[in-house]
């Protein structure tokens, strides 16, 4: 009986957390990870092709999915929203040998906050 109520509890504790990370796709698996493509709307496509270059230079494009989708940076387990977007992408930017620009930043945290939005919609 006991078992048959542990496995209970956890079946719903992964029904009502999948919906939460399931709304943002990704392709591929660990180092090739990556957003869909095709939840990019067209506006931001550019954006996304400066992401696939630029943000992968150091990590994979993993950590940013997995922030995204989580809601929580993976490195130092800090929030991921909206309001950290824009420190975290200042804080890449800054990094030694970044070779980004700020508008290259500014239009890759405009891309991952409509991402965020996207997430949080019911
Ligand atoms: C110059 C190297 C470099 C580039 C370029 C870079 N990153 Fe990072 N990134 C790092 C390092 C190093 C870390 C480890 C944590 C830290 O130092 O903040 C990191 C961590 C992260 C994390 C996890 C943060 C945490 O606190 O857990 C995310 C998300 C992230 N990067 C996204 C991006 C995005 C998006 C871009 C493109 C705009 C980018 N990175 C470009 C070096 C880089």
Redesign the pocket.
């Known amino acids: 009986m006991r078992v048959i109520k542990v496995l209970l509890v956890t079946i719903l504790m992964v029904a009502f957390a999948m919906p939460v990370q399931a709304k943002i796709r990704s392709v591929g698996k660990g180092d090739k990870m990556n957003f869909d493509p095709s939840q990019i709307p067209n506006d931001l496509k550019g954006a996304f092709e400066i ?1 696939k270059v ?2 992968i ?3 994979t494009q993993e ?2 999915v997995i ?1 995204i989708q989580t809601g929580i ?4 387990g ?1 929030p ?1 929203d909206k309001q950290a977007t824009k420190a ?2 200042i ?2 930017l800054r ?6 620009s700020r508008e290259e ?1 500014k239009q ?1 945290v405009n891309l ?1 906050n409509f991402l965020i939005d996207e997430a949080a919609k019911p």
């Open positions: 992401m630029k943000c230079q150091c990590h950590r940013t922030a940076a993976p490195v130092t800090q991921f975290y992408g804080k890449m990094k030694p040998k970044s070779n980004m930043v890759v991952m």
